[in-house]
């Protein structure tokens, strides 16, 4: 019997893989594992409670949290690709653990698993990933594994920030299809994600927060992550199921034009407001879908993590 087939995950003509029925996955089968990774298992009230008070102990979780909620809106919203980078050279301040709660959202948060890479890989495997994923968000851990043997860092922001994978020619002389996607980015490492020398549009398309020992992100990262392992996977099917409810889309345009206006009012760069925006976004959606009506984040709580237009000018660093 002939049934509908999905190679990737997020928006299609059929809604929002993997949470449409009667469609099947086949694609790449070495993509076999993280699309059995997306699945739920355990109690959504213990992750939701968890999830909370994560929220509520700090912003940078709670602003990790929405980001990969607000990577599905990428899409219907019209946003570039964009990254949201924890970095600190302190360790134990919980930066993996916020990666993992993310990632617990959609399906098995098992860092260097299926759903949650390292940076130890080649350009062409990460456009691959991103477009697998397309819209469902795309953890990567240990940016010091991306760097060379001299130290310096080989990780290009803008291979991925773009949402288009490099352009191959195939054995015929023609074109090979280029891979596509538009989703957010979680990355954490030792040191930040972009530096002096990179160009203003990789240190727009970033949203970088420093973790200090004194400023943890997560209070015991440690039964987190244990709770995180036995319970996941509800709350980005609940999403997706508001989402597609009539003035669900709808809903989020709304909102992401009154935040982004709201955001382009600091001395901050379109780019960076929009991913600000669109964070925004999503942590509204959740507050009101997932968490009850709770607290939202506001302008305020985002605008010490938004780079000013002189700090992102390359003419003037």
């Known amino acids: 019997p002939e049934c509908k087939s999905v190679s990737r995950m997020g928006w299609n003509e059929e809604g929002f893989s993997p949470y449409v029925k009667g469609v099947v996955f086949d694609g790449n089968p070495g993509f076999a594992q993280a699309f059995a990774a997306i699945r739920h298992k355990g109690s959504f009230e213990v992750w939701r409670e968890a999830a909370r008070a994560a929220r509520e102990y700090s912003t940078a979780a709670r602003i990790v949290l929405a980001a990969s909620f607000a990577s599905v809106l990428i899409r219907p919203v019209g946003v570039q690709p964009f990254f949201v980078h924890l970095w600190g050279m302190d360790s134990g301040t919980g930066k993996t653990v916020a990666q993992m709660l993310a990632a617990s959202a959609w399906g098995y948060p098992q860092p260097g698993g299926p759903l ?115 319970n996941f996977g509800h709350a980005g099917r609940i999403f997706v199921e508001k989402l597609l409810e009539e003035d669900g889309v709808d809903l989020a345009k709304a909102m992401y034009g009154l935040y982004y206006e709201e955001c382009m009012k600091n001395n901050t760069t379109e780019k960076q407001a929009l991913a600000a925006a669109i964070v925004l976004t999503g942590d509204f959606l959740i507050s009101s879908w997932i968490f009850g009506g709770d607290h939202c984040l506001t302008v305020e709580d985002m605008a010490e993590f938004l780079k000013s237009r002189e700090q992102v000018s390359a003419g003037a660093r």
Do not use: M
């Open 116 to 230: 949650f890479p390292t940076f130890k890989s080649t350009s062409v495997a990460f456009e691959v990933i991103a477009s697998f994923f397309n819209s469902l968000p795309v953890c990567i851990d240990e940016l010091q594994l991306a760097r060379d043997v001299r130290g310096k860092l080989i990780f290009n922001v803008y291979e991925l920030a773009s949402g288009s994978g490099k352009l191959r020619s195939n054995k015929a002389l023609g074109l090979s299809s280029t891979p596509t996607w538009a989703n957010c980015f979680i990355t954490s490492g030792e040191s930040p994600l972009v530096g002096d020398n990179d160009g203003a549009g990789a240190v727009n398309r970033v949203l970088e927060i420093e973790c200090r020992a004194d400023e943890r992100v997560i209070e015991d990262g440690h039964a987190l992550s244990n709770l995180l392992r036995d």
